[in-house]
């Protein structure tokens, strides 16, 4: 008989852990909630957070409806009062894969997602924008257009130039004209594009010189002492999670 009511305590102990466990986990999972905002047609600006003019909601919408109708891109601005506990990363990714930014055969998407709390942004791009917008061109297009107007809290300015920098990259690679990029922004996007393409030329020159030394030295090894040398609800779009964040 003891050994039956001790065995009945020790289930009850059992299940009560699992009960505690339970509540832990429905307690996370409640504060792990992420805004999905409810899309409608033509509408790419979704404002939780409360920072952007409706003069630069409509601008930037009608850029990137327009934008939509001559690439087929799908570019979507999000903000958020605060990320609910999630890193920008994890949030941005789960936010654009749940919406299928950008088109389903191309992967054609990028989300600005901006946390007006938590003062981060992160351009989280689709799979088919990858070679395009490279983690270290979403980098730059941060550092150039949105963070120095985030310090001064001009969110207006900083989601107008970020959208302009990002459709400028897309208008360029598609070879089509938008006419809701300003001469600044395009100006700016050519030199550092320029830029770009002469560091990658040195970058270039400089592996084939360490390659041609390294040729050199295995060569003179081996005809000496025999050496070793050896080294160590859009479209239905998806991102993989490439990006940056700021």
Same mark, same amino acid.
């Given at each position: 008989m003891r050994t039956k009511v001790m065995y009945l305590k020790r289930v009850l102990l059992l299940m009560l852990v699992l009960i505690c466990f339970g509540c /832990? &986990?429905?307690? +996370? !999972? #409640? @504060?792990?909630?992420?805004? %999905?905002?409810?899309? #409608?047609? +033509?509408?790419?600006?979704?404002?939780?957070?409360?920072?952007?003019?409706?003069?630069i909601k409509k601008k930037t919408n009608d850029l990137l409806d327009e934008?939509? &109708?001559? @690439?087929?891109?799908?570019? %979507?601005?999000? @903000?958020?009062?605060? /990320?609910?506990?999630?890193?920008?990363?994890?949030?941005?990714?789960? /936010?654009?894969?749940?919406?299928?930014?950008?088109?389903? @055969?191309?992967d054609n998407?990028?989300?600005?997602?901006? !946390?007006?709390d938590d003062k981060r942004v992160r351009l989280e791009i689709g799979r088919g924008f990858e070679s395009l917008l490279t983690d270290s061109v979403s980098g730059r297009?941060?550092?150039?257009?949105?963070?120095?107007?985030?310090?001064?809290?001009?969110y207006d300015k900083a989601v107008d130039q970020t959208t302009q920098a990002v459709c400028k990259y897309?208008?360029?690679?598609?070879?089509?004209?938008?006419?809701?990029?300003?001469?600044?922004? &395009?100006?700016?996007?050519?030199?550092?594009?320029?830029? &770009?393409?002469?560091?990658?030329? /040195?970058?270039?020159m400089l592996i084939i010189i360490i390659v041609f030394v390294v040729l050199v030295i295995s060569g003179d090894d081996s005809n000496g002492s025999g050496g070793y040398f050896g080294g160590g609800s859009f479209g239905g779009g998806f991102s993989g999670g490439g990006g940056a964040s700021r």
């Amino acid at each position: 008989m003891r050994t039956k009511v001790m065995y009945l305590k020790r289930v009850l102990l059992l299940m009560l852990v699992l009960i505690c466990f339970g509540c /832990l &986990s429905g307690c +996370d !999972s #409640k @504060t792990k909630e992420i805004y %999905v905002p409810e899309v #409608k047609a +033509d509408i790419y600006v979704y404002d939780k957070g409360g920072i952007i003019s409706n003069e630069i909601k409509k601008k930037t919408n009608d850029l990137l409806d327009e934008l939509e &109708s001559k @690439t087929s891109a799908e570019v %979507v601005v999000i @903000t958020v009062p605060d /990320l609910n506990g999630y890193d920008i990363e994890s949030y941005a990714n789960k /936010l654009f894969n749940k919406l299928g930014i950008g088109k389903n @055969t191309d992967d054609n998407g990028v989300l600005l997602l901006i !946390s007006r709390d938590d003062k981060r942004v992160r351009l989280e791009i689709g799979r088919g924008f990858e070679s395009l917008l490279t983690d270290s061109v979403s980098g730059r297009i941060l550092d150039d257009y949105f963070v120095p107007y985030r310090e001064k809290g001009d969110y207006d300015k900083a989601v107008d130039q970020t959208t302009q920098a990002v459709c400028k990259y897309i208008a360029d690679e598609s070879g089509v004209f938008l006419s809701g990029i300003s001469d600044s922004v &395009s100006n700016s996007v050519d030199e550092s594009k320029e830029e &770009s393409s002469i560091n990658l030329f /040195l970058i270039i020159m400089l592996i084939i010189i360490i390659v041609f030394v390294v040729l050199v030295i295995s060569g003179d090894d081996s005809n000496g002492s025999g050496g070793y040398f050896g080294g160590g609800s859009f479209g239905g779009g998806f991102s993989g999670g490439g990006g940056a964040s700021r």
